[in-house]
């Protein structure tokens, strides 16, 4: 798989590429199964529809990787924290953790319950061109405990960073029981036949370096040396957003740093060098623009000429990008990295 061989640095004929949130609302097919299902929450909970719209992008698109289509509050919410999104608002648990015995009362076998998700795992890859690589995914300890606390998105962080510092060993039990949870589930999306995974810790960026590093990239670390003393021979993929200054201090046992659009990827080449293969990093809102596409990925490809690459955008691509741009996108980081490779 030409997906798997870039996340370990081998030589491939083009880099490879995928899209972040790719099975999503820009896709009409997709909408078209979200308004047969009802709503976003079952159609993760049904395995025959969540392989489905993990791999409408691969037909439509032709991208080198699916990633399996859940959400990272699904294991929250089968930790017994009931979830349940609102238009105009996203993400919402009614219940939230403030206090020990909340942490205590969080179900350990939540990775045995989300077994839907593994189910998913395995109608997928049977289906799936053995060419394409399938990307399972959690959420960081960290960017989940974030919804566990506040209970929704936020701008703030105000109750889990007054833990950070009011309540460290409260929040630290907390990441830690995340943590085993979270093995366990990559663990069981490997078993199930995921070919690489990744770590979202979307809200890394809400924390001052020292803090970053104790509370979110430390736990991602033993998730990724866990994993690999495990499955070495399945890439782990940490992307950290809005941590672009922190990555001097960035290291682990990852074979793929995720890079988001507000870090030059030249700037993360400096740092990396070749340690890591970077992934990323165009700015999704480029999408809206063929033109300012084609500007960014020659760019990107010809800073990564030479170096360990798989392209990506830099976060996830917004609903209303046509898909004629999405699709233009991928076929131009094939031809531009590949034409590049002559030279
Ligand atoms: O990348 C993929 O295509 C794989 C599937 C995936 C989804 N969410 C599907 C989804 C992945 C990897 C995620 C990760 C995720 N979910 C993150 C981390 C990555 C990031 O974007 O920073 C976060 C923070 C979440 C929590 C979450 N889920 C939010 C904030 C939202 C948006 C709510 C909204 O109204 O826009 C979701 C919903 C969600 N997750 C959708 C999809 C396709 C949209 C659901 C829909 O309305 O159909």
Not at 54 to 62: A, M
């Amino acid at each position: 798989m030409i997906f798997v061989d870039a996340c370990f640095g081998k030589e491939t004929p083009y880099t490879p590429v995928w899209m972040m949130r790719q099975a999503g609302r820009y896709l009409p097919e997709y909408m078209e199964v979200r308004r047969k299902v009802g709503n976003f929450l079952d159609m993760t909970r049904n395995p025959e529809v969540a392989a489905e719209v993990t791999l409408q992008p691969i037909d439509i698109l032709d991208v080198d990787a699916a990633i399996l289509f859940s959400d990272i509050l699904n294991l929250p919410m089968e930790m017994g924290l009931p979830l349940r999104f609102e238009k105009g608002v996203g993400p919402i648990f009614d219940k939230t953790i403030s206090t020990e015995e909340d942490i205590d009362a969080l179900d350990a076998s939540a990775d045995e319950k989300i077994s839907y998700v593994y189910e998913a795992v395995k109608l997928i890859r049977e289906r799936l061109n053995p060419e394409k690589a399938l990307i399972g995914f959690a959420g960081s300890p960290w960017t989940i405990a974030t919804y566990m606390v506040e209970g929704r998105g936020s701008k703030q962080y105000a109750k889990i960073k007054k833990m950070v510092y009011a309540n460290p060993m409260l929040l630290h039990r907390l990441l830690a029981f995340n943590t085993k949870e979270t093995i366990e589930y990559l663990s069981k999306q490997i078993e199930a036949g995921a070919n690489a995974v990744m770590i979202f810790d979307s809200w890394g960026g809400a924390l001052e370096r020292e803090k970053f590093f104790e509370f979110s990239w430390n736990y991602m670390k033993e998730i990724a040396r866990t994993l690999k003393q495990k499955y070495p021979h399945i890439p782990v993929i940490g992307f950290s957003k809005g941590v672009g200054l922190y990555m001097g201090d960035m290291d682990g046992d990852f074979d793929v740093i995720g890079v988001d659009w507000n870090t030059p990827i030249d700037y993360a080449l400096g740092i990396f060098k070749d340690n890591y293969t970077l992934q990323g990093n165009m700015d999704p809102t480029r999408l809206y623009s063929k033109s300012a596409t084609k500007d960014a990925v020659e760019k990107i490809a010809r800073i990564m000429k030479g170096h360990r690459h798989i392209f990506n955008l830099g976060h996830g691509i917004l609903p209303d990008v046509p898909v004629e741009n999405a699709k233009y996108f991928v076929d131009l980081c094939k031809e531009v990295s590949r034409k590049l490779r002559e030279e």
